[in-house]
């Protein structure tokens, strides 16, 4: 036997690989109950095979309309894995219904596959030349396919040689693209990828170090990851490794710091959470997030308790712009507290994968000794790297075996652990009360705001004390949200927003972090005034144009916006 049916059962559940085809010509061997296991794993292909379909079709047409040229190939790509995959759970559900002629469905998809036989369809009419309007059609659609792929080609070509002309100082150089891009000559001649502009420089001189991916563009892939593995970290932390359900790499890139949104629908219900990236994007066969399970929390404790290794997740990607890539200053401090820690985690593992010369100075506070994330690996890096400075810190410890120093993140601590703190570029993320205290020391040391990029976990209001009971006093007027395309208004207390208001009364504003820093939620605001705590996602184009987050929206007046 080529291959046991052990071999094949286990495969069926692994993303479709072409050995797994000849085996299914062994299929009449297996007992019931294996065929009955082989169908609903062929039906789970199908299905996933399904999804990548519909969402790889959907970004096709996007990316069309936009022109952006890496997401349709992302796309394309997408819509063959999307096909493989139907097809594999296809075939063995053919085989499974066909019986006897199981040999011959493996043979043919085989054959098809391999391009060994043109699978003719005895069903299909015949066009010219003996070949069926079929072959017609296909051979019609490869060749646009591949004519496209070559204009493509070309034009990237001469994006690319305009772009190292500008770097070489040639004719157009001195632009913003210019000045964003790396300033060392790019490695064996070939394009470098094109560098996002992040945001201003602490440093006027950026480190000579590329990110080997450029990300693609924010929330540019929506699909289904699997769960691949399951890590406990601490006792509230779990890591969940994802990778693409049809084998190849992670579907997205992205850039260390950035974050994933997942949906899920725990009690029937569909919810959206975030989730950063704690893998770097370096490793492109898998990324990573790291979830703390909150005690009452809908969706941490959906990943942590009923979430199993296999499993299919729903997944947005990628989203934020609190990264680091080492383009951005020649050093970098990283203030962590609790689980905070995983954009740190992404930087850290991309800066030292890249070998980047620049000193990373990571702070990290947990609440006590055995909640410190990602500890081994971190003393790990540490003894590696000589440019990676670790300080950790817990509020209570086990001094016996703790040799770390234990309390508070202090002023004291930054400046015995950061020299010339002052002068540097500081990211910071952590629950808010100890990111507000670390700002004020960092204040106090003389660092302005610039300086400083700070992210924030909590994207969704903990439950609302209820309002205030009536004292006699005549009731002040809540304020009115219209949402003119839908015809629906909703009341808008001071301390809900738009976002959640369109919620109450059932409209749809699609949302992901809930934050600020995404952009997902923005609405236009057609009359009325409204403030907003974050406005990262905005540009200042977007401001003119009325635009606005509705996931921090809040106004104490009547508001109309165009949802
Ligand atoms: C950009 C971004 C990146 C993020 N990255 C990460 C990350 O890497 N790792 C990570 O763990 N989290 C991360 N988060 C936070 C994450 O998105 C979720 O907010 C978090 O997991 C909590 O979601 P939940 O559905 O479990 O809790 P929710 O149901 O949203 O509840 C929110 C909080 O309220 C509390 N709560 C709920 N109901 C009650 C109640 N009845 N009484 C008292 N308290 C209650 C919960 O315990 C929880 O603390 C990130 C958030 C953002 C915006
Ligand atoms: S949901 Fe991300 S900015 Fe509002």
Redesign the pocket.
């Known amino acids: 036997m080529r291959e046991g049916m052990g071999e094949m059962m286990k495969e069926m559940g692994k993303p479709p690989r072409k050995e797994l085809y000849p085996s299914l010509m062994e299929l009449p061997d297996l007992p019931p109950e294996k065929r009955a296991e082989v169908g609903q794993l062929a039906h789970e292909r199908m299905e996933a095979g399904t999804a990548l379909l519909s969402s790889g079709l959907e970004k096709l047409a996007r990316s069309t309309v936009e022109e952006d040229y890496a997401a349709m190939q992302e796309a394309t790509a997408q819509l063959r894995q999307g096909l493989a995959q139907f097809e594999s759970g296809l075939a063995a559900h053919r085989a499974l219904a066909e019986g006897n002629v199981t040999r011959d469905v493996a043979l043919q998809w085989f054959k098809r596959n391999m391009s060994l036989l043109p699978v003719v369809d005895v069903e299909t009419p015949h066009g010219i030349f003996g070949l069926s309007w079929f072959h017609y059609v296909t051979m019609f659609i490869l060749t646009a396919f591949a004519a496209t792929m070559i204009w493509m080609y070309f034009h990237k070509m001469q994006r690319a040689e305009a772009l190292l002309m500008k770097l070489a100082g040639g004719p157009g150089s001195g632009s913003d693209e210019a000045t964003a891009a790396p300033s060392s000559p790019p490695l064996s001649g070939r394009a470098l990828p094109v560098v996002p502009v992040n945001e201003p420089s602490v440093s006027p001189t950026p480190a000579p170090v590329h990110p080997a991916i450029a990300p693609s563009k924010s929330n540019s892939w929506s699909g289904p990851l699997r769960v691949a593995r399951i890590f406990q970290e601490t006792p509230h932390?779990k890591t969940f490794r994802l990778t693409d359900p049809s084998g190849g790499t992670v579907p997205f890139t992205y850039l260390p710091g950035q974050?994933l949104t997942f949906t899920v629908a725990p009690n029937g219900q569909s919810?959206k959470?975030?989730?950063?990236i704690?893998s770097a994007p370096t490793h492109r066969d898998a990324c990573e997030?790291?979830?703390?399970?909150?005690?009452?929390?809908?969706?941490?404790?959906?990943l942590h308790d009923r979430v199993r290794e296999g499993a299919l997740l729903q997944v947005t990607a990628p989203?934020?712009k609190?990264t680091f890539t080492g383009q951005e200053a020649d050093s970098i401090v990283l203030i962590a507290g609790g689980?905070g820690i995983?954009?740190f985690m992404s930087v850290t593992r991309y800066l030292t994968d890249r070998s980047w010369p620049g000193d990373i100075f990571l702070m990290y506070g947990c609440h006590r000794d055995n909640e410190v994330i990602f500890r081994e690996e971190l003393e790990y890096l540490q003894r590696r790297y000589a440019n990676l400075h670790l300080t950790i810190t817990a509020t209570y410890a086990d001094l016996s075996t703790w040799p770390y120093t234990t309390g508070h993140l202090t002023k004291e601590l930054l400046v015995q652990s950061v020299p010339e703190i002052a002068s540097r570029r500081v990211h910071l993320c952590g629950p808010p009360p100890m990111m507000d205290a670390v700002k004020g020391m960092l204040a106090e040391l003389g660092m302005s705001a610039e300086q400083i990029r700070t992210?924030?976990?909590?994207?969704?209001e903990?439950?609302q004390a209820p309002p205030a009971v009536f004292d006699g006093a005549a009731p002040a007027k809540l304020a009115v949200v219209t949402f003119a395309r839908s015809h629906k208004t909703a009341v808008l207390p001071p301390n809900k927003t738009i976002l959640e208001a369109s919620e109450d009364v059932g409209v749809n504003i699609d949302y992901s972090?809930?934050?600020g820093?995404?952009g997902t939620c923005k609405v236009k605001l057609l009359s009325g005034a409204v403030t907003m705590e974050v406005e990262d996602a905005l540009d200042p184009a977007e401001k003119t144009q009325n635009l606005i987050l509705a996931c921090q929206a809040k106004a104490t007046g009547d508001v109309a916006v165009d949802a």
């Open positions: 932390v974050f919810v959470r975030s989730y950063t704690a997030v790291t979830v703390r399970r909150e005690e009452q929390g809908v969706v941490s404790r959906y989203s934020g609190f689980v995983t954009p992210e924030t976990f909590i994207g969704k903990r439950p972090c809930r934050v820093t995404c």
